[in-house]
């Protein structure tokens, strides 16, 4: 079965790749994931506050003391609550691009300019075949308008842009207002990939102790209803590949997505869960489903459900919202009925 696609320019075997993830902290782990045939490798984020605090610690070194700038540096995470810093990522890049023969990805995390220039075209600089810009942002500010978010993401994906010539992805998060209408802005700014999407890894209250509590939660399927309507919205009015991220499990969650319009589908928390090995075991029940429904490739498949293709493009829309609720008023009645009947009995 042919199950070839493009993603970012990149002719790929399959659209199967671990997205962006703790998995590539290990080249060992990195290995078994290219041994399970993943298309391309994504490494995870190097965060704008890595590249910020070393900035200001380089500054405090070099031009006085240390105190000079302790309220600065105290803005940022110690830097033992990263893995890797900048220089080892740049370093961790370079082992990755010896190791194995598919295509890298790096990623950038943050939402301001920073250190992102400079730290873009070094990646580019050590070989990465494409760059990811990942940008985790929640909006928290109520003196900053939707309109001014996009237009600083649209400056901050410009400016990177115009400084590196490799491929280009945004990863982005589906809180935007009117997130077709970035997704167009992002097309026009010559973005090679959509990404869909980011996981925000929502913190939790311990009520004893009073403290935030950092949470994690791997993805399920059920997250991958918001990605699959978001790739039938954008599939037909993009020109960027788009990939799925988050709540990709089995072969039917691919299906899903490649339908919708996805070029490449990344997965973390299978993978997580399965080791490197579930990429393979996806991608053969991927081709399998495929030939028993006796489809000739991937690419025939893909966007065949998109808001432009799909029989009943009604179900992604509004009109969807009302008949959903109107049927669960159904059931509910249904359900009334036959407890009564239970009881006459």
């Known amino acids: 079965m042919d199950l070839s ?24 782990t990195v290995r078994r994931l290219e041994d399970a045939g993943a298309a391309a490798i994504v490494m995870h984020s190097l965060f704008e506050e890595q590249l910020v605090g070393e900035q200001l610690a380089h500054a405090a070194y070099t031009q006085g003391p240390a105190e000079s700038f302790p309220e600065a540096l105290s803005y940022f995470p110690p830097a033992s609550d990263f893995a890797l810093g900048p220089d080892q990522y740049l370093e961790r890049l370079r082992d990755i691009k010896a190791a194995v023969a598919v295509p890298v990805i790096a990623s950038l995390n943050g939402r301001d300019l920073g250190g992102w220039l400079a730290y873009a075209r070094l990646l580019e600089q050590a070989g990465a075949d494409a760059l990811e810009l990942n940008l985790y942002e929640l909006a928290t500010d109520p003196e900053e308008s939707a309109a001014a978010i996009e237009r600083r993401t649209l400056a901050v994906v410009a400016a990177v842009r115009e400084v590196v010539r490799i491929p280009l992805a945004v990863k982005l998060s589906p809180f935007y207002t009117a997130l077709a209408h970035l997704a167009r802005a992002l097309d026009a700014a010559k973005v090679d990939g959509l990404v869909l999407f980011n996981r925000f890894y929502q913190p939790d209250i311990d009520v004893e102790r009073l403290e935030v509590a950092r949470t994690l939660h791997l993805s399920d ?29 089995t072969a039917v969650d691919a299906v899903k997505a490649v339908m919708a319009g996805a070029h ?54 509004r009109i969807n919202y009302v008949h959903l609720l109107q049927g669960w008023r159904g059931v509910e009645e249904a359900t009334e009925r036959m407890l009564a009947l239970r009881t006459d009995s």
Do not use: I
Not at 231 to 238: D, G, H, K, N, R
Not at 264 to 281: K, T, W
């Open 5 to 28: 696609t493009t993603y970012l320019g990149f002719d790929l075997p399959h659209p199967f790749m671990p997205g962006a993830s703790p998995l590539v902290d290990d080249l060992d």
């Open 221 to 249: 399927p059920s997250e991958l209803l918001l990605r699959v309507t978001w790739l039938a919205v954008l599939s037909p009015v993009v020109r960027a590949s788009l990939a799925v991220s988050g709540g990709v499990h």
């Open 264 to 317: 490449a589908v990344q997965m973390v928390s299978a993978l997580l869960r399965g080791g490197p090995e579930h990429l393979r075991a996806v991608r053969d029940a991927t081709a399998e489903w495929l030939e028993a429904h006796e489809y000739e490739s991937l690419r025939q498949m893909q966007g065949s459900m998109n808001l432009q293709r799909c029989p009943d493009a009604k179900a992604f829309a």
